[in-house]
């Protein structure tokens, strides 16, 4: 008797994007497992046996976001652009996506932090493993430009690092109401400003 698993008759990455879609439109709670194998076009039976429960591929699906969105902009800017020039891009690029979200789903992994972290000690650290990984990408960024000396060195690289994550959340909580971009650009101006070279040098006292 053939004991050999079956190999998946589908495509791993685009049933994982249509799980993402499905969470990320309806919320983890608001969607059941029917629809998540609806609209992935596979079996419940199938499902279960390639990815677990729905708990077990809302944790995979929110890592195909992450990779698919965040990890591939830090990726593209980080190794490309200037330290400045890669915050900045960063932040352009999350105005655009926001200005253009017609659906308003917001960003899945804020999503995730408002709705499961809270009561869900597990998805909670997959999400705060996330969150680290935005944080640490803005700490090399400020810790690069700090050291060339083409970002101010007024602040802390950590302080900033967690002060930029914390705007990229709000940004994108506060779109999903009110998605106007001079208010979404009027929150980062002020946040980039600290990054000036001049304006952070501290004031030398006459003498």
Aim: charged fraction near 30%.
């Amino acid at each position: 008797m053939d004991c050999m698993p079956r190999p998946r008759e589908f495509d791993e990455a685009a049933v994982l994007d249509a799980a993402v879609l499905c969470f990320w439109n309806r919320g983890y709670e608001a969607t059941s497992v029917r629809e998540l194998a609806d609209s992935m076009g596979i079996t419940g039976a199938s499902l279960y046996n390639a990815f677990g429960d729905k708990h077990a591929l809302y944790g995979k699906a929110l890592a195909h976001y992450v990779s698919r969105s965040v990890e591939d902009r830090v990726r593209r800017f980080e190794g490309t652009l200037s330290p400045l020039q890669s915050i900045k891009a960063f932040f352009d690029e999350i105005v655009h996506r926001s200005l253009s979200d017609k659906d308003r789903k917001g960003c899945m992994l804020v999503n995730s932090a408002l709705e499961v972290a809270p009561h869900d000690p597990e998805l909670r650290q997959v999400v705060a493993d996330f969150q680290s990984q935005v944080e640490s990408f803005f700490r090399r960024c400020v810790e690069a430009g700090q050291r060339e000396k083409t970002i101010g060195a007024g602040q802390p690289a950590k302080d900033l690092a967690r002060l930029f994550l914390g705007v990229l959340m709000g940004i994108r909580v506060l779109a999903r109401s009110r998605p106007e971009r001079e208010l979404l650009e009027g929150l980062i101006r002020p946040v980039l400003a600290l990054l000036d070279v001049h304006k952070s040098e501290p004031k030398r006292a006459k003498r």
